[in-house]
């Protein structure tokens, strides 16, 4: 069946017998995320991921599978978001997943939970470090790690924090489709094919670790250092010239650098060999 371009609110429908999609919580090119309230059970809320089916041994078919696929195999981690199961119809695709407060982006924007607290931002990192060298052994490299894709609780205790989104995933450890990601999370050789340390692929690994750099940055400052590591950026020219620009421009403060020595390395080029993040501890 053709899928059409996009999703009609299926706010209100019932679906496996007990559960009602009460709200929309999202929604982008993949489908539609709903607050799903489970019938029988009282106060019992769930996500529920809604994708139009797809036909058989079609591109876009493998492209859902393989999200499955590689969510299920992490999905027992305490840093993964839980997937409880799948609910297909004639026209839908659902996928069930554990209901979160929250994402990092909003928690970043409100100010208030990370500025001049940087225990809280260890906490956070050694969560989402852990839960990324737990992903990269069991062999799934996420390829889109954004605050957005970043689940946890409004106040952020460092125990409720989730990975999520896994639509980008891939098994394995080189690629050589670039650009796949968010733009200012991507690093430089998953952005450019030209890139030196691009020619025959690039490392997934070291690509996810390079956007939690930047996610680091973000929970130190507030901000993103630039808008997309490529030297036509002028704020990433800045940093290739000068090793501390994100100490001076950016006010990333000496101590949390200092805190995270390990992951300032990060920000440079990539040899196709690069480090395991499971030796990466913040």
């Known amino acids: 069946m053709p899928c059409p371009q996009a999703l009609r609110n299926l706010t209100g429908t019932v679906i496996d017998g007990n559960l009602e999609l009460v709200s929309v919580l999202g929604e982008g090119s993949y489908g539609m995320v709903y607050q799903a309230r489970v019938t029988d059970a009282p106060n019992q809320y769930l996500a529920v991921k809604c994708m139009w089916r797809s036909r058989r041994r079609t591109p876009q078919a493998r492209l859902q599978a393989k999200e499955l696929r590689n969510h299920k195999a992490v999905s027992k981690h305490q840093g993964v978001i839980t997937l409880h199961c799948q609910i297909v119809t004639d026209d839908f695709v659902f996928i069930v997943l554990d209901l979160a407060e929250t994402d990092l982006y909003k928690v970043i924007a409100s100010g208030r939970v990370f500025c001049h607290r940087p225990y809280r931002v260890r906490q956070a990192m050694n969560s989402m470090l852990n839960a990324l060298s737990y992903m990269h052994r069991k062999g799934v490299f996420h390829r889109d790690i954004t605050p957005e894709n970043v689940l946890c609780d409004r106040m952020l205790n460092g125990v409720d924090i989730r990975f999520a989104d896994f639509g980008l995933s891939t098994p394995r450890a080189f690629s050589s489709r670039h650009g796949c990601g968010s733009l200012p999370y991507m690093s430089p050789e998953a952005l450019d094919y030209d890139h030196p340390s691009a020619r025959s692929g690039y490392s997934t690994i070291s690509s996810d670790l390079w956007a939690l750099a930047?996610?680091?940055?973000?929970?130190?400052?507030?901000?993103?250092?630039?808008?997309?590591?490529?030297?036509s950026d002028r704020a990433y020219a800045l940093f290739l010239a000068d090793e501390d620009y994100l100490l001076g421009h950016h006010k990333v403060p000496m101590t949390a650098m200092q805190s995270h020595s390990q992951l300032g390395s990060f920000f440079f080029p990539f040899p196709l060999g690069s480090k395991h993040s499971s030796d990466a501890k913040a």
Do not use: T
Request: charged share 10%; proline share 11%; hydrophobic share 55%.
């Open 214 to 231: 930047i996610i680091f940055c973000a929970l130190v400052s507030g901000d993103l250092p630039w808008a997309r590591a490529h030297p």
